[in-house]
């Protein structure tokens, strides 16, 4: 991989490759954009099958949380880290390196648990570094407030494309039974939604479905399911040539992030007449209950919550933008989104003295 040119065409600052020789930790960290703040995205441990997939993984995922923390009206930029190691490999002493490099940032990033970490995880890396967010003693887990967001969106799309938001009788196709797919099939199911559900591991499929009365499928069958809502909620790049023929819903929307494997997918699912919700609008509910920690007097739950829920409003904002500019949502959200790092960024010429130590105490 060309990482300059790469990191030139998505506009990123910076990429730090941390090696560790002690624990065998091998971490990239990516930082997209600084306008509106230091980075903030989670750190991610997964079983890349090469070092290019591991880099093209940390590109794609900062620069969506440049546009998530952009789109969500809080003070972050966008920055991601991924360790290239099997999740059953983990170890406290890789862990604890994978802290002591984000300490060395200084505050130029925060991060957290993602795919692969555990709260726990989080807990031994905090032995190292301050830089951390969603701790059980703040936030804690982020899936609630990430199905809440999601569960908004729906309820958005439904009412743009079906005229009520309301979810009763409609079907909804979940892809994960993980934290956020199995939540939002319960608030789903407590609204009278009929479900179909499927994960990669069976046992998280049926716990799910029996605990909602949804319908499991195989993981491979989840694309050809005929519902009003497919909802990707696992992995990303589930969203491509082989799987969009296949679709036989009115509506994508979904936690899962990267969920276009290319740029033009957005087009095509336009054409096709399927409302696309774009996943980084749609999984903004983690982050923005994460940034409530930020808040002064610190983390309030309600308060998080409340905020949390208003993500499908914001969301029936961008389906107006496309249909007004003629454009995918997609290109109308981003648009929302970097208009906002453009106004910050015009104001941030202004010079503004920094306050100076007094003369007797210098």
């Known amino acids: 991989?060309?990482?300059?040119?790469?990191?030139?065409?998505?506009?990123?600052?910076?990429?730090?490759?941390?090696?560790?020789?002690?624990?065998?930790?091998?971490?990239?960290?990516?930082?997209?954009?600084?306008?509106?703040?230091?980075?903030?995205?989670?750190?991610?441990?997964?079983?890349?099958?090469?070092?290019?997939?591991?880099?093209?993984?940390?590109?794609?995922?900062?620069?969506?949380?440049?546009?998530?923390?952009?789109?969500?009206?809080?003070d972050f930029g966008g920055s991601k880290c991924v360790i290239f190691n099997d999740p059953e490999q983990k170890s406290d002493l890789l862990l604890r390196a994978a802290g002591r490099f984000v300490e060395m940032l200084g505050g130029r990033i925060y991060t957290g648990e993602d795919v692969g970490l555990t709260p726990g995880d989080v807990e031994v890396m905090a032995r190292e570094t301050h830089y951390l967010v969603g701790r059980p003693h703040k936030s804690g887990d982020p899936s609630k407030a990430a199905a809440l967001g999601t569960y908004s969106s729906i309820r958005a799309s439904l009412q743009h494309v079906y005229g009520s938001p309301d979810p009763k009788g409609r079907h909804v196709a979940i892809q994960g039974a993980g934290n956020v797919g199995s939540e939002l099939a319960r608030l789903l199911a407590a609204?009278?939604?009929?479900?179909?559900?499927?994960?990669?591991?069976?046992?998280?499929?049926?716990?799910?479905?029996?605990?909602?009365?949804?319908?499991?499928?195989?993981?491979?069958?989840?694309?050809?399911?005929?519902c009003d809502v497919f909802s990707p909620c696992a992995l990303g790049l589930v969203l491509n040539a082989k799987t969009l023929p296949r679709l036989r819903t009115r509506i994508v929307c979904g936690s899962a992030n990267n969920q276009l494997a290319t740029p033009d997918i957005a087009e095509e699912l336009r054409r096709l007449g399927i409302l696309y919700a774009p996943d980084f609008i749609v999984n903004g509910g983690g982050i923005v209950n994460i940034a409530d920690e930020f808040e002064d007097g610190g983390y309030r739950r309600e308060r998080a919550f409340e905020r949390v829920a208003q993500i499908g409003r914001r969301l029936l904002a961008v389906f107006e933008r496309a249909q007004a500019d003629g454009v995918t949502t997609e290109v109308a959200a981003e648009r929302i989104a970097e208009e906002r790092i453009a106004a910050v960024a015009r104001q941030q010429r202004h010079f503004v003295p920094q306050p100076q130590p007094h003369a007797l105490n210098a």
Request: overall charge negative; aromatic content about 6%.
């Open 191 to 226: 609204d009278g939604a009929r479900l179909t559900i499927c994960d990669l591991r069976d046992d998280r499929a049926h716990a799910a479905a029996s605990e909602t009365g949804a319908q499991v499928v195989p993981s491979e069958a989840i694309h050809d399911v005929a």
């Open 1 to 74: 991989m060309d990482i300059f040119r790469a990191m030139a065409e998505n506009g990123h600052e910076q990429m730090i490759f941390n090696y560790d020789a002690a624990s065998g930790l091998r971490m990239i960290i990516a930082l997209h954009d600084t306008t509106l703040g230091p980075g903030l995205g989670g750190m991610r441990n997964w079983r890349y099958q090469s070092e290019d997939e591991a880099i093209a993984d940390a590109l794609r995922l900062s620069r969506g949380m440049t546009y998530k923390n952009a789109f969500a009206g809080i």
